[in-house]
């Protein structure tokens, strides 16, 4: 079973549909004794960063995920859950984040030389910087979706797959049983769903 941790942030039931229908077991939850039972975690979420850290905190999610990943269960962060597993990001102050990967949070703007559109939203292809389960059969240039104006850095040792906005950014970051994607799995279409199985698959799921 996956759980999808439930702590006020992010597009909790599509990423469940999405998990159905690969035939993955999947629950939506805030319950520490159903997230302890699960086999594998997924971290969502949408919105500010500073937001979604209090939410974890508040809900007492931020210490459940934190227990459970250094057991070794399977965590994987999406999108602003993604960023979530990095030691901070500077969204609106300096925020502390979990820590589970090395790395900042940062604002892409800034970075670019020319103009392009900050959020950056749309297909972009992914370029695999190391090897991992997480990508088994997935053609290097494959197009994925993304949403989100911040992104990590500083985090090069973590690095398995970037993206091109006219710079190199994160687009999946991994240490030991934590995984992350900037982008939407469960919005990427077959090879989106794909990338979830082998998550599933690498948590023991038998799909």
């Known amino acids: 079973m996956i759980a999808i941790i439930d ?14 229908s690969i035939g993955a077991s999947a629950i939506v939850s805030r319950d520490p004794d159903t997230i302890h039972e699960a086999d594998a975690l997924i971290l969502p979420g949408v919105g500010a960063f500073g937001d979604a850290a209090e939410k974890l905190e508040e809900t007492g999610m931020k210490q459940v995920v934190l227990k459970e990943a250094a057991a070794g269960k399977p965590l994987l962060g999406i999108c602003l859950g993604m960023q ?4 901070s990001s500077t969204e609106f102050g300096m925020h502390e984040g979990l820590g589970l990967i090395h790395g900042q ?3 892409i703007e800034p970075k670019l030389t020319r103009k392009l559109d900050i959020p950056h939203i749309g297909w972009n292809q992914l370029h ?3 090897d991992s389960e ?3 059969g997935i053609p290097e240039g494959t197009y994925v979706y993304f949403v989100h104006s911040y992104a990590a850095f500083h985090c090069e040792e973590h690095l398995i797959a970037e993206t091109e906005y006219e710079i190199p950014l994160t687009a999946a970051a991994a240490e030991g049983n934590v995984y992350g994607t900037q982008f939407h799995p469960e919005k990427s279409g077959p090879m989106g769903l794909r990338i979830l199985k082998n998550f599933c698959r690498i948590a023991g799921e038998n799909l």
Do not use: R, T
């Open 134 to 136: 997480l990508f088994d």
């Open 128 to 130: 695999f910087v190391k």
């Open 7 to 20: 702590y006020g942030v992010g597009n909790l039931f599509s990423l469940k549909f999405s998990l159905s």
């Open 84 to 87: 979530l597993l990095f030691d």
């Open 105 to 107: 949070v940062d604002a």
